[in-house]
């Protein structure tokens, strides 16, 4: 296998240097094929939310693209274009009544003020594009053992109503859908936004309420840094894990199978012990045939909305941890970004495009696809 690697490696040395040469061999495109990513990223430019001057920057997924793509961390070819949703997709994950009230504009002023986000059609179809994407990526990460939506995460959205910037919840979505289409069984979703996962807690617990919130757990060989603590809750065919700041939205925070509640100021060391900690935890108890991972951007010190401190460069080590936890089980993952509120947008970019870096490098390069 490692032999295998080095072999595709070298060869992309020399194809990139021959691609240079003014006289193209006549097997130039299988060359210029074996340059692609071992796996795609699912991006369309609907997935621009249509808010306004918001602390969420609704255009920050295209700006990914075109840093992704300016910093030639993948090309062109790389990219899947997804179709929307169905309604009946949505309906995997949420209540007749609420995707109808999306669909007409029905929904009460309380229920818009919920969703923090101005309520349009074409946010609707915007969030249908999110949902999306991330069953394409599933699909394409049982296909590849990755991919890449460079989008969704919206995981605060629950099966009646929307929360937090989030109207529904396309992580649900695309796990149901690919119940639906018995393509996996079980399912582990980790969650790494800074903020707990509360939507896709309740989607797949519904039984899950703070009275319910489990025992004390201490992790046998780690100790807390400072107070952190960790709650277990029984999982079903879906187990999700949520490492998030306690001292933060949401206030009430149902019951993960495993909740790691953070301090505030938690540092890069400190967060990747516990990741570590969580996942090896996770893999002991729940055998998943598919991850879904929520690679928030928010985290990261100069968050507006977090209290973490992780630095960039923790935020990749985060990221080659979780896809290379999936790598050495042999589980697919795919990815999905959630939350990025940095005071400079430029931040908020960087630290997922660095999803994609860290997801390159953790699996390397595909062998030549076209011929
Ligand atoms: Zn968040």
Redesign the pocket.
């Known amino acids: 296998m490692e032999e295998e690697y080095r072999r595709q490696k070298s060869g992309v040395r020399s194809r990139r240097a021959d691609s240079n040469s003014s006289l193209l061999p006549s097997n130039f495109w299988v060359r210029v094929a074996s340059l692609m990513l071992s796996f795609n990223l699912v991006y369309r430019d609907e997935y621009y939310l249509p808010i306004g001057q918001h602390v969420f920057a609704g255009q920050k997924f295209r700006l990914v693209q075109q840093l992704v793509l300016g910093k030639h961390l993948a090309e062109p070819e790389d990219f899947v274009c997804p179709l929307p949703a169905s309604d009946d997709d949505v309906r995997l994950a949420h209540t007749e009544d609420y995707v109808r009230k999306l669909r007409e504009g029905a929904l009460s002023a309380k229920e818009e003020l919920l969703l923090e986000v101005p309520f349009s059609p074409e946010l609707v179809t915007a969030f249908w594009m999110h949902a999306g994407g991330s069953i394409r990526a599933a699909e394409l990460a049982l296909r590849d053992g990755v991919a890449l939506n460079l989008g969704g995460g919206f995981h605060h959205a629950f099966a009646d109503h929307g929360e937090g910037f989030c109207m529904i919840n396309d992580i649900a979505i695309a796990i149901l859908r690919m119940f639906q289409d018995r393509k996996a069984s079980r399912v582990m979703v980790l969650d790494c936004?800074?903020?707990q996962g509360n939507g896709t807690a309740v989607i797949f617990n519904p039984q899950a309420a703070p009275a319910q919130a489990a025992t004390s757990w201490s992790a046998p060989l780690l100790q807390p840094p400072r107070s952190v603590s960790v709650k277990e809750a029984p999982a079903g065919d879906v187990f999700t894990i949520s490492l998030h700041q306690e001292n933060n939205y949401p206030a009430w925070k149902p019951a993960s199978s495993l909740d790691v509640n953070l301090p505030d100021g938690t540092t890069d060391a400190e967060y990747l012990s516990w990741l570590d900690n969580a996942l090896t935890s996770a893999f002991r108890q729940f055998d998943p045939d598919l991850i879904a991972y929520v690679a928030?951007a928010?985290p990261y010190a100069q968050d507006q909305?977090g209290g973490l401190a992780l630095t960039m460069g923790g935020l990749k080590q985060r990221d080659e941890m979780v896809f290379g936890a999936a790598k050495s089980h042999r589980v697919p993952i795919f990815s999905v970004y959630?939350?990025g509120y940095a005071r400079h947008v430029e931040d908020t970019i960087a630290i997922h495009a660095n999803t994609v870096l860290a997801a390159k490098e953790i699996f390397a390069q595909r062998k030549v696809r076209t011929g």
Do not use: I, R, W, Y
Request: charged share 25%.
């Open positions: 936004d800074v903020h928030g928010d909305l959630a939350g």
